[in-house]
């Protein structure tokens, strides 16, 4: 599914205009991307839940040349399922 499918769909579920599902999609995710970006998480119950977490320097390799590299540190968005989430998948 992409985002116009997504658009559409919900569009659908709530019975609203396309333009209408894409302005409350795209606030959806602004909202979820400025909670991130202070740390915060967000809790769909049910759903899932959308955190930071810090990931550690590393080293790795280059896959063309075989050589090492450094990889920096850096923070990362993580998702868990929720319990419904989950067990419709089963």
């Known amino acids: 599914m992409n985002k116009a499918e997504l ?40 759903f899932g839940t959308f955190s930071v977490a810090k990931r550690g320097a590393r080293v790795g390799k280059n896959p063309r040349t075989g050589k090492q590299i450094q990889i920096a540190a850096k923070k990362v968005v993580k998702f868990k399922a929720g319990k419904n989430l989950s067990e419709s998948l089963a």
Do not use: H, P, R
């Open 7 to 46: 658009i559409a769909a919900i569009a659908a579920a709530a019975d609203i205009k396309k333009t209408e599902a894409d302005q409350a999609l795209a606030g959806f995710l602004a909202a979820v991307q400025g909670a991130l970006a202070t740390a915060e998480t967000v809790s769909l119950v049910g």
